[in-house]
């Protein structure tokens, strides 16, 4: 089993940054491809940013690229977002997930490989 907690959601005037963390626990944390993924209300879970293990390649939503960062710490066990220029459009809940398994980046982009999930800790842009 994994467990996967996020942390450091908050509210942020529009322009500003946050950065969240998703501590993982439970499995050995470097076998993972580890994603970012966001709810907004009345919309679909979207992906945000995703990691592959070792830190190697990272891949990001287009919506993001250039303001968003993901990284991760292995011996802290531990991925990180950081995210800058926030808008009021990335308002949502932020999740962290864990794919256990080899996908394509294609499928990573998707909730589907994704075999863990963190309770998601709430992001708010003001305008």
């Known amino acids: 089993q994994v467990q996967l907690v996020e942390s450091g959601g908050g509210l942020v005037q529009a322009g500003g940054s946050l950065r969240l963390s998703c501590a993982a626990s439970?499995?050995?944390?470097?076998?993972?491809?580890m994603g970012w993924f966001r709810q907004a209300p009345g919309k679909e879970r979207e992906f945000v940013a995703g990691?592959?293990?070792?830190?190697?390649?990272?891949y990001y939503t287009d919506s993001v690229k250039g303001r968003f960062t993901i990284s991760r710490d292995n011996t802290e066990n531990t991925v990180y977002l950081q995210m800058n220029s926030l808008k009021p459009e990335d308002t949502a809940v932020y999740y962290c997930?864990?794919?256990?398994?080899?996908?394509?980046?294609?499928?990573?982009?998707?909730?589907?490989?994704?075999?863990?999930w963190g309770q998601g800790t709430q992001v708010t842009v003001s305008s």
């Open positions: 997930a864990a794919s256990l398994k080899f996908y394509p980046v294609v499928v990573l982009r998707t909730p589907v490989p994704y075999d863990y």
């Open positions: 439970g499995r050995t944390f470097s076998s993972y491809a």
């Open positions: 990691i592959r293990w070792g830190g190697g390649t990272t």
